[in-house]
């Protein structure tokens, strides 16, 4: 400022220097389309006198790290992926009195796929189903398959996948759509130990119950189901089963058993089915005496038979081939032979042998009513036919019979006996078709 007065005063200045500040400059970019399930990355730059700001929306998302981060994100809410758009308005901050300056971007959010899926019942070293169940599926155009045991990866839509060995993966399922939008899940998935099934079979032969036996294992799981079929139209649901077959062959035995996770396992095993071998004998005699010795042959066929088994009735035993024994004591004896083949197919016969004891009588007896030795039996037998006749001194009959079980009691028309002695006569047809006499007295004593 310059002054010139006239009066002889002296002229005056002074000097005022002016900063001129530049203008904020704020800028955040283009509109953006964003998917609703991803965060809305933010771009603002801020020059000139400041370079902060503040972010502020029209919705109720929230910012990250914070509303200050010219370069953070928005999270935006569920209302704002719903009403489809809001803005965002960055705001200079700071501005050293000059006016702050704003800037806006419409952010529209599209549509992005909601990645879904399920899978069968995992099973180590068999095939596992993986099903994709992602929306909108019409308009997704790409998927990705992660099956987590570092190696395993798919681009199927359902794709199969085998896993080696029993453990929890994480399965990746990334799914993209038409427009660019992804979607990814992560699951675990249990794969379970697959049992090892296995069986094994007593010999079979046909006619004969056969045994099956499970051999299968599977750990730390328990075998919960068991089936079979035996090749001849027959199936099985125990652990352990019988089986009858029918004719010989060859059959195909498949053998399945399920753990208690689900896990199947399958063992084939052919079954030979052999003929049975046909037990018989022959013996010495059919009827014979006691003490005699009898001689028992083997007839069984076809050869070769590998082992005798014989029960003689009166508990002796033998398991030669061509046994002898002798039987003390009258009866009916059940001779039992069984055997076995080389196949180990077996077969029983039973025949019956009759001993028989000479017939026999005591010398006396006392018929008085007290309990002991009251009655004259015939002892011995048994015997085919049997007529015993009692006489007294002058050749009269007192007592006849024909029947062993009933003896004389001593008396003679309902009236005892005279003490003394008296003859018999026995006359008995054995069952080896021989005949035998004998005669003798008896004594009645009081």
Request: glycine share 8%.
């Amino acid at each position: 400022v310059l002054t010139s007065m006239g009066g002889g005063c002296p002229s005056v200045n002074d000097t005022i220097t002016y900063v001129v500040l530049r203008a904020p400059f704020i800028d955040v970019g283009s509109n953006l389309n964003v998917c609703k399930n991803a965060f809305v990355a933010l771009s603002g730059t801020i020059t000139g006198v400041t370079n902060t700001g503040t972010w502020t929306s029209t919705g109720t998302g929230s910012f990250t790290p914070n509303i200050a981060a010219l370069n953070g994100y928005y999270v935006p809410s569920t209302s704002d992926t719903t009403a489809g758009s809001i803005f965002l308005t960055l705001e200079t901050t700071n501005n050293k009195g000059c006016v702050s300056r704003k800037d806006s971007l419409l952010v529209t959010f599209i549509q992005s796929p909601k990645a879904n899926f399920s899978n069968t019942n995992a099973c180590a070293t068999q095939s596992v189903v993986f099903t994709d169940l992602s929306a909108p599926s019409p308009s997704i155009i790409n998927l990705s398959w992660n099956f987590g045991d570092g190696s395993g990866t798919s681009a199927a839509t359902n794709p199969t996948y085998t896993y080696a060995a029993s453990n929890v993966y994480t399965v990746t399922h990334i799914v993209t759509l038409n427009n660019g939008c992804k979607d990814t899940i992560k699951k675990q998935v249990t794969v379970y130990n697959t049992p090892l099934a296995d069986f094994t079979f007593s010999s079979v032969c046909i006619g004969n119950q056969s045994f099956f036996y499970d051999g299968s294992s599977t750990s730390p799981d328990s075998l919960v189901s068991w089936n079979w079929n035996f090749g001849n139209g027959n199936t099985g649901n125990v652990q352990n089963p019988l089986n009858l077959y029918t004719t010989t062959g060859i059959f195909p035995v498949n053998f399945t058993v399920t753990s208690s996770k689900g896990c199947s396992n399958y063992a084939s095993k052919t079954v030979t089915v052999n003929p049975r071998p046909k037990a018989d004998f022959s013996m010495s005699s059919t009827y014979i005496l006691a003490y005699d010795n009898v001689s028992f042959t083997d007839l069984s066929t076809p050869p070769p038979i590998s082992s005798w088994s014989w029960n003689f009735g009166n508990t002796n035993t033998s398991t030669v081939q061509n046994p002898s024994n002798v039987y003390s004591d009258k009866g009916i004896y059940p001779v039992r032979l069984a055997i076995k083949d080389n196949n180990g197919c077996a077969d029983t016969i039973i025949k019956d042998i009759y001993v028989t004891l000479l017939p026999m009588l005591p010398s006396a007896f006392t018929p008085n009513n007290d309990g002991h030795n009251d009655t004259l039996f015939v002892k011995g037998g048994p015997f085919v036919k049997m007529s015993f006749r009692v006489y007294n001194n002058w050749g009269e009959i007192l007592f006849t019979s024909d029947d062993q079980a009933k003896g004389w009691d001593g008396k003679y028309k309902d009236q005892p006996a005279p003490l003394g002695v008296y003859v018999w006569i026995l006359d008995v047809e054995l069952y080896n078709g021989k005949s035998v006499r004998k005669t003798g007295d008896i004594t009645i004593l009081k």
